[in-house]
């Protein structure tokens, strides 16, 4: 038992970690069960898309400002002050804001589509609180406060469910469940930054300093998230530009299904990518590899028995969860698939991004955007959902061979050790 509980506060963190993944999937899966249940299908559909606008924004957000963050722990000594990240953070988020709801407001004014404007303003509910929430649990990662990040995460939860049951019991209204995730994600934030208080002598640094530093790499970066916007978080909106919100409220009540299995792909991730970094530190490119496999080791044997049982037993998981409303098993296998290679592929990515290699990856991801895109152009108008799913599945295998290949060409062509920035 000593043995047990010694492992455990070694790897702390990533318990941690995977602690508050579980509570932050929970609250979505929960959250978007109910919803699927309580709401009109366009209505679900037009949460869906909104969800799916923010991971759009979220990786332009997460190239400019998280990722760089992270890396700047690289950064020994850091000329500038951490807590400049943390205001920088704010002020993109409230832009976010700002520029959603004109997008919302500009929608209902032309008159040109009522699903369009909801989606737009129900982004504009969830988005802005969703971008700070994220760097928030960065913030105390990087600061050493695990217990401060289930202490956040765990009031989103109890918020969570406070709304699920005000919209099942007293108001089943769309604006209102999307309200609540917004609200839940911003008390989150709120709780952390009080918990680990920024300083204000990073108020004044401005945002080009920051980026600056890594000009190159934000710029590549972001570029290479434009076709990952395409083959999966974007893919919810294609669906309902392609096919209409039938085919997005479906894939969403699927995504859902298999959202833990994505929760814990984040959660291994939060502190995996901080281990890979010490890695590349102390022993180079081939440090970063062997960190990056035993990531890839660790999330195949928790996700693997999940993701089989989830594709046996579709039918009665979709029932138990869904009700009636939703049946796709043999769709619902083939998303299993595809989250199965989501687990074997991410460490690759994690490999090439702590050595800064966005122009590589960018390869890989526009491959896989071809791919998916190129696929769902065939197969959708024949299969509809199922060729929706077969088109992801088919696109990251191929990633999976371009990853692989990628990454044994950095190693070979990679210094035997790293490089202090």
């Known amino acids: 038992m000593r043995r047990i509980i010694d492992h455990i506060a070694r790897r702390r963190d990533r318990v941690v970690a995977i602690g508050d993944q579980a509570l932050v999937g929970l609250s979505n899966f929960l959250a978007l069960a109910a919803f699927a249940r309580l709401l009109p299908r366009d209505d679900f559909a037009a949460i869906g898309v909104a969800i799916a606008v923010h991971y759009v924004i979220f990786g332009f957000h997460r ?18 002050p951490r807590s400049a990240w943390a205001f920088l953070a704010m002020r993109a988020s409230l832009g976010a804001g700002l520029i ?40 105390l990662y990087q600061h050493e406060r695990p217990i401060a990040v289930l202490v956040s995460s765990g009031s989103g939860f109890a918020i969570v469910l406070a709304g699920i049951a005000l919209v099942a019991t007293a108001l089943p209204v769309a604006m209102l469940a999307s309200a609540m995730l917004g609200l ?42 434009i076709p990952y916007i395409l083959y999966n978080n974007g893919y919810t909106l294609l669906l309902a530009i392609f096919t209409g919100p039938g085919a997005a409220a479906g894939y969403t009540a699927l995504r859902t299904l298999l959202s833990p299995s994505v929760s814990l792909i ?32 660790l999330l195949l044997m928790l996700n693997g028995p999940f993701l089989l049982a989830a594709a046996i037993f579709a039918g009665p998981y979709q029932h138990l969860v869904l009700g009636p409303a939703y049946h796709h098993p043999v769709e619902m296998a083939v998303l299993a698939g595809y989250c199965l290679l989501l687990s074997v592929n991410q460490p690759f990515e994690t490999f090439l991004v702590v050595q800064e290699q966005a122009r590589t990856l960018l390869f890989s991801r526009c491959l896989s955007a071809v791919l998916a895109i190129a696929g769902l152009a065939l197969l959708g108008p024949m299969l509809g959902l199922l060729g929706a799913a077969i088109a992801l599945l088919v696109a990251q295998s191929c990633n999976l061979v371009a990853l692989w290949w990628l990454s044994r060409r950095q190693l070979r062509h990679a210094p035997l050790r790293a490089v202090t920035i």
Do not use: N
């Open 266 to 297: 984040s959660a291994i991730d939060s502190t995996d990518k901080l281990r890979a970094i010490a890695a590349f530190h102390a022993d180079g490119a081939p440090g970063a590899k062997r960190s990056a496999d035993r990531t890839r080791r």
């Open 184 to 225: 839940a994600a911003l008390v989150a934030a709120g709780i952390a930054f009080l918990l680990c208080r920024p300083s204000r002598d990073g108020l004044g640094v401005p945002a080009a300093t920051l980026i600056g530093r890594r000009r190159d790499f934000t710029l590549w970066q972001s570029i290479a998230h």
């Open 63 to 80: 190239a400019a400002i998280v990722m760089p963050y992270i890396l700047s722990a690289k950064d020994r000594p850091d000329p500038l």
């Open 100 to 139: 959603l709801f004109v997008a919302a407001l500009a929608l209902g004014l032309s008159g040109v589509s009522g699903f369009a404007t909801k989606c737009a303003l129900f982004a504009a509910l969830q988005s802005p609180a969703l971008l700070l929430q994220e760097f928030a649990k960065r913030w």
